[in-house]
């Protein structure tokens, strides 16, 4: 008889401190549900200690602990560093899934070179602001969702707009 393995999940996003984003709420929330309702999979979710963890409050989640008054840069190097760091150690045969922020994406594709099925979730990719600053950050985040290669969209219309070389994967709005 064979020994099945059990799935792993490795989830990872950054929660803003102060703020609840829906971004970051919907995903916790997600692989809560998910933890909760799929007993046949291991989910473990990597994220600091935001305020959207605070609300969800599963204990079973991971949290990386940053100082919410340092500087943005070194709360984006230590969140980065602190996701591989965690999630190395994990079989190579796990599935990791970002959020579409910089600091999972990145981390995510320094983890693709162990985890074979990395993918990002994206929510939505509208760029509101225009200043130099924000289109910048876009095309970074954009290039990183390009290298990973596996793009998870809950938005149709996103889906649609966005052009790669990949796979994209639909699974509509996952609070509904």
Excluded at 16 to 36: S, W
Excluded at 126 to 149: E, K, N, Y
Aim: hydrophobic fraction near 40%; proline fraction near 3%.
């Amino acid at each position: 008889m064979k020994d099945e393995k059990q799935k792993i999940v490795i989830a990872l996003t950054s929660d803003p401190y102060h703020n609840i984003y829906g971004y970051a709420l919907v995903f916790i929330r997600l692989f809560d549900y998910v933890q909760k309702n799929k007993p046949d999979l291991s989910v473990v979710l990597f994220s600091n200690d935001g305020t959207s963890s605070k609300v969800v409050n599963n204990a079973h989640f991971k949290q990386i602990r940053l100082n919410p008054s340092s500087k943005l840069l070194r709360k984006f190097i230590e969140l980065s560093v602190g996701f591989i760091r965690n999630v190395w150690k994990y079989d190579k045969h796990s599935i990791v899934i970002a959020n579409a922020e910089i600091p999972e994406l990145l981390a995510a594709c320094v983890l693709k070179m162990k985890f074979k099925r990395t993918y990002c979730l994206i929510q939505d990719l509208c760029l509101r602001d225009t200043s130099p600053a924000s289109r910048m950050i876009h095309s970074l985040r954009m290039f990183l969702i390009r290298c990973i290669g596996n793009v998870i969209f809950t938005n149709r219309h996103t889906m649609n707009q966005f052009s790669m070389k990949g796979n994209k994967f639909y699974i509509g709005n996952p609070i509904f």
